[in-house]
Nanobody
Framework: VQLQASGGGLVQPGGSLRLSCAAS????????MGWYRQAPGKERELVAR???????NYADSVKGRFIISRDNAKNTLYLQMNSLEPEDTAVYYC?????????WGQGTLVTVSS
């Protein structure tokens, strides 16, 4: 499984971005997938995920601001990020779990700064 993340960039505080993660395989039969991020000097942390086809979890720091979604017809996972804060600056990685394996995208950089 190959994952291609995109959509990162520079945005001002309070702005929005939508990240995309295009998969090389169908997502229809994959339930567990999501996004992590890693800020400079910090450990990678979970941002949002699907734990089943329609159940989602979010980090407390992004609840109410970020929305994870999926389009199985396009084999794509999304992360809509609103009300961005400088603390959201990080490299964002998408992943999918297939059986016992975890596949990662290459990461996309999000910088929130005025």
């Amino acid at each position: 499984v190959q994952l291609q993340a995109s959509g990162g960039g520079l945005v001002q505080p309070g702005g929005s971005l939508r990240l995309s993660c295009a998969a090389s395989t169908s997502l229809s039969n994959i339930n567990r997938m999501g996004w992590y991020r890693q800020a400079p000097g910090k450990e990678r942390e979970l941002v949002a995920r699907f734990t089943s086809s329609d159940i989602t979890n979010y980090a407390d720091s992004v609840k109410g601001r970020f929305i994870i979604s999926r389009d199985n017809a396009k084999n794509t996972l999304y992360l809509q990020m609103n009300s961005l804060e400088p603390e959201d600056t990080a490299v964002y990685y998408c992943y999918v779990n297939v059986r016992v394996f975890t596949y990662w995208g290459q990461g996309t950089l999000v910088t929130v700064s005025s």
